[in-house]
């Protein structure tokens, strides 16, 4: 006589989500234990961040002390720590988009729209958007350049935050933000990693609130 076997199929288990530690904000990474290095809660954020940012002399013409992001971006904890920083104060907040100004804005604004769990809209100069665009002129020191974001980008009311990497003299993100309203949304705030106090960019952006990470003169 046959025996017949019951054959029981692994249910998948739902997986749990491990209590936040003390001190390490929600959606967070607790840098200290992932990474095996000494824990988040004994360094410095701001500080460590600052020690990522490289200083290269006379780029891109001699008299000019270029600030280069690279090396914090090669490393995790140290971006982990920037996007963390850059988002905090806005956990909470009535925020639907986060815009990125092409370029080197489009990779801490795609991180910190992931963060807050809001969409991501690209910013970016003439040519590269291939729908229907609105358009802005505006003057750089070397010459008059534009930018352009989709028509259909934002719906009338929606509450945003422009995001790039420095703030200079404020011209680009200026723009940016011109272009937002256009569209009917709102800027709630312009976000940057560095900020050049001596160009007085902010002044360009009143009175929309202006947050920076790091600060040289």
Known sequence: MAVRKRVTLNKPVPARRAPTPRGVPAGGVDL???TGLAPALQL???K???ELVREVPDFPRPGILFRDITPLLADPRGFALTIDALTSRFVGEPLDAVVGIEARGF???AAIAHRLNASFIPIRKAGKLPADVDRIAYTLEYGQTQLEVHQDAFKRGTRALVVDDLLATGG???AAGELVRRRGATVVAYVFVIELKGLSGRAALKPTPVFSLLQYE
């Open 32 to 34: 200290g234990q992932s």
């Open 44 to 46: 410095d954020p701001l």
């Open 48 to 50: 460590y961040i600052h």
């Open 107 to 109: 990779i801490f604004g």
């Open 172 to 174: 680009t993100a200026s």
